[in-house]
């Protein structure tokens, strides 16, 4: 590849997370108090701002609350806080598998809340006494009815023929919008199989497999689909960390882009729309947590500069960068930096992309911003938390597929120490440092991939 991929101006130019921290504090103060009700007033201005009012009832005892095609509903009296959601409507054929799904589901991925079923409608429910309102808890279940239900819903009515109980309020985008997303798409999509085919060739399957990865992320930056197209570039990510050898992974990756490639825009119309969400499917970015998940491939870059290999330089920190936006909402003086740099360095010879891009990641890595010392709503969150523990087994889990991937690339011995790493994080219940061990073990799997 002589040249870096074309960016792309997203649909919405900041991606700063909604929430106030002061907020989510004072709720807390609030609750400690036996103030519940005025507590969980202020946990849903803190997640965001406008919904108390827009939603809720002038008494603030009922809100009707919108995540994308789900509606979160949430009644307090003196005694109770009752949550509930309408999930879908069940199918007249195919309702027996969906049911069966539906019952793994009530295990392993909802936590406090439960399906039930009222006729031929499920609906995902929780109640507890108010004096057991504690804004941990709370938010947790808003964000697990909220992402299982904005995350299952289309793929059941794709699936399984269910329909949705009532239709999502939401605003498409304007038509040339849709025709920019189109084009844009089409040829990101056409010059990043140009750079895989080329890779290929090489049997550079590693460089092959940061490109189509970092394609991913940029059409999820860029366009910011919904519905089911926002689900099936997360199932291409997900499956990118599958546990196969990497020609197997590029294969697949590269059957998705042709998938994109192949879509008719109407088709891609239907899931380019602006919608309510009650909660990010993202956490708020920190200088701090940036700083640590970026810190390998820095190291990684650096030496490459150093070596002149500016191709490996300029893939490996792209690939980061939009990496970044796919998981975070990013604040607003990081989006400064970033945007420019892979503005600038778009359509370059890989040296001078790499020089344009190794500089923002240096600015970053050095804190030559203004430096925003919160360090986001999760990272208080952690402690004694069903989701974050939930999170945690999950990364778990992935870091262990990655292990035999990696067995090549590494060390026997560099992996058990690792390992036993994780192991102690764990057991200590640390989910920070755990989760920066298994960024480690990531990047240096990413590392030892372009030597395969």
């Not at 990043?192 to 999820?220: C, H, K, M």
């Not at 600038?344 to 923002?360: G, H, R, S």
Request: charged share 25%.
């Amino acid at each position: 590849m002589k040249r870096t991929l074309p960016f792309i101006a997203p649909v919405v130019d900041s991606t700063q997370s909604a929430m106030q921290r002061d907020l989510y504090d004072k709720s807390i103060d609030l609750y400690g108090e036996g103030q519940y009700v005025e507590a969980f007033h202020t946990l849903l201005d803190h997640l965001n701002p406008e919904f108390r009012t827009k939603y809720g009832n002038a008494a603030g005892t009922e809100f009707h609350l919108p995540h994308g095609s789900i509606v979160v509903n949430v009644r307090l009296d003196d005694r109770t806080m009752y949550i509930d959601a309408d999930f879908l409507n069940l199918p007249a054929k195919g309702r027996v598998a969906m049911l069966r799904q539906v019952a793994d589901m009530n295990i392993n991925r909802l936590l406090l809340p439960r399906f039930t079923k009222e006729g031929d409608r499920l609906k995902m429910e929780y109640h507890c006494p108010i004096a057991e309102t504690h804004p941990h808890k709370i938010v947790n279940i808003l964000q697990n009815i909220c992402r299982v239900g904005d995350r299952y819903d289309d793929e059941f009515c794709t699936k399984f023929g269910a329909t949705r109980c009532y239709e999502p309020r939401v605003t498409p985008y304007p038509a040339e919008t849709v025709d920019r997303i189109y084009e844009a798409i089409q040829s990101l999509v056409r010059a990043t199989l140009d750079a895989v085919r080329e890779y290929n060739d090489q049997r550079r399957y590693g460089y092959s497999w940061n490109v189509i990865d970092t394609t991913f992320y940029q059409i999820s930056y860029f366009a910011q689909p919904q519905g089911q197209l926002a689900n099936d570039i997360d199932k291409a990510v997900d499956d990118m960390d599958e546990e196969l050898p990497v020609a197997e992974l590029v294969m697949k990756g590269t059957a998705f882009l042709q998938k994109l490639l192949d879509m008719p825009k109407e088709k891609l119309a239907e899931d380019l729309y602006y919608v309510d969400t009650l909660v990010s499917i993202k956490g708020p970015s920190s200088l701090q947590n940036v700083q640590e998940n970026m810190k390998d491939v820095y190291e990684e870059a650096t030496a490459a500069m150093q070596n002149k290999d500016f191709e490996r330089a300029a893939v490996r920190i792209c690939y980061k960068f939009y990496e970044a936006y796919f998981y975070n909402d990013m604040q607003d003086d990081l989006n400064v930096i970033f945007v420019k740099a892979l503005r600038e360095a778009a359509d370059q010879p890989m040296e001078k992309a790499a020089e344009i891009l190794w500089t923002a990641l240096d600015k970053v890595m050095e804190g030559e911003i203004e430096e925003d010392d919160d360090e986001g709503f999760f990272a208080g969150a952690m402690e004694g938390n069903p989701m974050a523990q939930q999170m945690m087994e999950q990364a778990q889990a992935q870091a262990q597929a990655m292990q035999q991937k990696m067995a090549a690339a590494m060390g026997g011995d560099e992996i058990q120490e690792l390992q036993r790493k994780m192991t102690e994080a764990m057991t200590r219940g640390d989910m920070a440092e755990y989760m920066r061990l298994a960024g480690e073990l990531q990047q240096k799997m990413m590392s030892g991939l372009f030597n395969n």
